[in-house]
């Protein structure tokens, strides 16, 4: 039985941290701000333990030293980036193995959004779910904006996030489902699973839940960058930006740049 605990702690306007805890000892991940993780830890009695960055932007790391201060507590990042706190540098296919709590993490290479981007994936067993822990390279209906990476680069990192097994539970760093939601209903009007999810996702933040984690099999179904290659995707592009739409990069180009402007 899986007894670990995965919980958004909300920060800034619109961020989560996540913490993964076994009651005892905890994770921090992408800890941007000290003050509610630390109000979070106090209130459960949690330990941190360690703390896993997924790239070098201030509202994922800006917390790091307050959180650790003298204690030597382990930072794991991006080896591709120039991030100072880290004590253990990853790129793809390292593994992160912690005793308390329990876990063991794949690292993936995930470029796009930064140049050096990696997610940490945790691959389940029985009747435990995958979970993947993925910045800001996926978002629920959404994907990051490409501050240093290329077009390319991006979609390939959403295809290999998009390839986990479909019950991964997806937890992202931003609570933009709604916004996202909107854009996507632009790309694909004629998604029914995406006009559900757009009710349900309003009814949790008018009660101010979470909309995540979501699934990979979820954001396979209503996420339009993960349907570049859907026809319906490409034909609404091709009408509503007036552009040939060849292929499926040239589909997520489009929309990303569509994205970056949409209101």
């Avoid at 390939?156 to 996030?161: C, P, Q």
């Avoid at 694909?188 to 349900?200: K, S």
Wanted: with cysteine.
């Amino acid at each position: 039985m899986n007894t670990l605990e995965y919980v958004p702690v909300p920060a800034f306007a619109d961020n989560y941290i996540w913490l993964v805890s076994d009651g005892r000892d905890a994770v921090a991940v992408d800890p941007g701000e000290a003050a509610p993780v630390g109000a979070y830890l106090a209130e459960r009695g949690w330990r941190l333990s360690a703390i896993l960055l997924t790239h070098h932007h201030a509202d994922h790391v800006g917390g790091v030293a307050d959180l650790i201060g003298d204690t030597p507590i382990p930072v794991y990042g991006p080896a591709a980036e120039a991030i100072p706190v880290v004590t253990h540098a990853l790129s793809g296919g390292d593994r992160v193995r912690l005793s308390a709590p329990h876990l063991d993490l794949e690292v993936l290479d995930v470029p796009g959004h930064t140049r050096g981007h990696i997610a940490y994936f945790e691959a389940g067993a029985g009747a435990t779910p995958p979970h993947v822990f993925c910045g800001d390279t996926l978002f629920a209906c959404g994907c990051g904006r490409l501050f240093e990476g290329t077009p390319a680069q991006m979609l390939a990192s959403l295809d290999a996030l998009a390839a986990l097994p479909g019950e991964t539970r997806v937890h992202c760093a931003h609570e933009y489902t709604l916004s996202n939601i909107r854009f996507a209903l632009a790309c694909d009007p004629d998604n029914e699973r995406l006009q559900a999810w757009r009710d349900e996702a309003s009814a949790l933040r008018e009660r101010s839940v979470p909309t995540l984690p979501t699934t990979i099999a979820h954001e396979r179904a209503v996420n339009p960058f993960l349907r570049a290659d859907d026809p319906a995707v490409r034909d609404t592009l091709a009408e509503q930006l007036h552009e040939t739409v060849p292929d499926r990069l040239a589909a997520f180009t489009l929309m990303r740049e569509w994205k970056n402007r949409f209101r």
